[in-house]
C-alpha cells in the first residue's frame, strides 16, 4: 500500500495539534485545515469546513488520503447555530468532499457526551444510545455529526470510525485547565459541589492523539470472513496501572496462599505465578485467566452477532463490532477517579511553585449539595443574562461534576489495540508544567 497522506481538520487546535505532532514524530506527510494558523511546520489551507468546495480544494492540494476530522466549537458557547454549522454542516461537507476526492479513510472525533444525559453513567460502552432529549445543543450536534459519518462508512469506498474521548486535558488545553486556574486565582478552591463519591474519566490528550492513529492505521475493509471472535475476545486485559502502580488479582491459577493447614501440592508455582515480574502471567498459555462473558457483555456473541451490519445486496457485512470501520469507540485513561480529586491535583500542583499560597494554611472546605449547587448556578446564569456575560458557574457543569460517567473501554482496546501511554498523574504534571511556561512565566 502507499504511504498516507494525512489531512487534520481543526489541526490547529488543542487535539488536532497533539495528532500533528504524533504524526510528525513518525515522519507522516501531514497538512492543516482550518480557519487561523498558529503553527507553520506544516502545509496549511484556510477555510470554512461549512463549505464543501474549501474542504475539496484542501484535500486535492494536500493529496490527503486520509482525514481527521477533529474541528468543533467548544463546549459552553451561547451561540447553538455554530455548532450545528460546524458539527454537522460542517460534517456533512465533509464526508461530501472525500467520497468525491476518493479518500480512503475518515477519523472522527465525536464526544462520550453523546450519550449523556445528567444521570449517571457506570461502565457504559458503546450499545448505550444518544438519549431521546439530548443534554445540551453540543452533545445533539455531536451525535449528529456521528451520525452521519458512520452512515457513510463504504459510502463511494470511504472507510469511516467515529472516537468518543472524555474529559480531554492536557498540555494546550484553554478549557479545563483555564477554568481551574480561574478557580485558582480567585482563591476559591475550598468550594466543593456534590459529595466527591461520584467516579469520572478524564483523559489525557496525548492518549486521545495516539487512539486516532491507532483507529486510522487500523481502518480497513471489513476482511471475508470477518475475524473469529475468539482470537480478539478470549485473551485476558491487563489492568491499566499508569497512576496506581501494578497490581495483581488473584486467581486459582495464581495467588498468594495465605493461612494454611497443608500446603497444597502446587502451592510454590501458585505463588511463582502470582509475584512472578512483567505481564508473562497475563499473556501465557500454560497459566490462561478466565475470560467470562454473559448475555449482557459487549463482546458476547449475542452483542457480536448484532454488531455485523450487511448493506441490502452486500454478501459480507460492511460493519463489524470487531472491526474498526463504521464503529464508534470511546476512549479514556481508563482509570476513572474521584472527579473532584484532578482539579485538586491541579491546584496543589500550581501552589507549589507559588511563594504565596505554598505555606499557606489549609482553608476549611465548604461542600454544597448538588441541589443547593444547581439553584446557585441558576442564579449566576440568571445575572449573567441580566449584565450580558458569559457565567462561569452553570447548572451543567454542576451535574456535570456530581454524577458518576465513566465509561468501558474493552472495545477500544482489543479492537484498536489501543492502550493508555500516560497516566492521569503524570497528565497533570505535563499540563501545569504547561501552564506555568506559558501563562505565569515559569521556566522549567
Known amino acids: ?87 454537522v454542516d460542517g460534517t456533512r461537507a465533509v464526508i461530501n468532499a472525500a467520497i468525491s476526492n476518493s479518500v480512503r479513510k475518515l477519523v472522527f472525533t465525536s464526544s462520550a457526551g453523546v450519550v449523556f444525559n445528567g444521570e449517571d453513567l457506570v ?8 438519549p431521546e432529549k439530548p443534554m445540551d445543543a453540543y452533545n445533539e450536534s455531536k451525535a449528529k455529526g456521528e451520525e452521519l459519518v458512520l452512515g457513510s462508512n463504504g459510502k463511494g469506498g470511504l472507510l469511516t470510525v467515529a472516537l468518543r474521548p472524555s474529559g480531554i486535558f492536557g ?21 466543593q459541589i456534590g459529595n466527591n463519591n461520584n467516579l469520572f474519566d478524564w483523559t489525557y490528550v496525548g492518549n486521545v492523539a495516539y487512539a486516532h492513529l491507532l483507529a486510522a492505521d487500523k481502518l480497513v475493509p471489513v476482511p471475508s470472513p470477518p475475524p473469529i471472535p475468539s482470537s480478539i475476545i478470549d485473551y485476558p486485559l491487563p489492568p491499566i496501572s499508569h497512576t496506581t502502580g501494578k497490581h495483581r488479582i488473584p486467581t486459582s491459577e ?56 450487511r448493506l441490502e445486496g452486500e454478501p459480507e457485512p460492511i460493519t463489524d463490532s470487531l472491526c474498526v470501520a463504521g464503529q464508534a469507540f470511546f476512549i479514556t485513561n481508563g ?49 449573567g443574562w441580566l449584565v450580558g456575560k458569559e457565567p462561569a458557574f ?25 492502550e493508555p501511554q500516560v497516566g492521569l498523574e503524570e497528565g497533570v504534571k505535563r499540563m501545569v508544567e504547561w501552564w506555568k511556561k506559558e501563562h505565569m512565566g515559569v521556566k522549567s
Request: one cysteine or more.
Open 335 to 383: 482509570e476513572p477517579i474521584y472527579f473532584w480529586d484532578l482539579p485538586r491535583a491541579v491546584w496543589s500542583s500550581l501552589a507549589a511553585s507559588d511563594p504565596a499560597k505554598a505555606n499557606a494554611k489549609p482553608r476549611r472546605r465548604i461542600t454544597f449539595s448538588r441541589d443547593i449547587g444547581l439553584a446557585l448556578a441558576y442564579g449566576a446564569e440568571w445575572w
Open 254 to 309: 495464581a495467588r498468594p496462599l495465605g493461612p494454611y493447614v497443608e500446603k497444597p501440592v502446587d502451592g510454590e508455582e501458585l505463588e511463582r505465578r502470582f509475584q512472578s515480574d512483567g505481564d508473562d502471567y497475563y499473556t501465557e498459555k500454560s497459566h490462561p485467566r478466565p475470560v467470562i462473558r454473559s448475555k449482557f457483555d459487549p463482546l458476547s456473541d449475542v452483542a457480536i452477532a448484532r454488531g455485523r451490519i
Open 123 to 130: 461502565n457504559a460502552d458503546e450499545r448505550l444510545p444518544p
Open 1 to 87: 500500500m502507499s504511504k498516507e497522506i494525512y489531512l487534520v481538520i481543526g489541526g490547529s487546535g488543542f487535539l488536532g495539534r497533539h495528532i500533528v505532532d504524533q504524526l510528525l514524530a513518525r515522519n507522516d506527510s501531514v497538512a492543516i485545515f482550518d480557519i487561523v494558523q498558529r503553527y507553520h511546520d506544516v502545509p496549511f489551507y484556510s477555510g470554512d469546513i461549512s463549505e464543501e468546495a474549501q474542504v475539496s480544494q484542501a484535500i486535492q492540494r494536500s493529496g490527503a488520503t486520509c482525514i481527521f476530522h477533529v474541528a468543533s466549537p467548544p463546549h459552553g458557547i451561547e451561540d447553538p447555530a455554530l455548532y450545528w454549522k460546524v458539527n
Open 171 to 191: 498540555p494546550g488545553d484553554r478549557q479545563v485547565m483555564h477554568g481551574l486556574y480561574q478557580v485558582y486565582e480567585r482563591n476559591q478552591t475550598h468550594f
Open 394 to 418: 452553570t447548572r451543567f457543569r454542576v451535574m456535570f461534576s456530581c454524577v458518576n460517567r465513566w465509561y468501558n473501554v474493552e472495545k477500544a482496546r482489543r479492537v484498536l489495540g489501543y
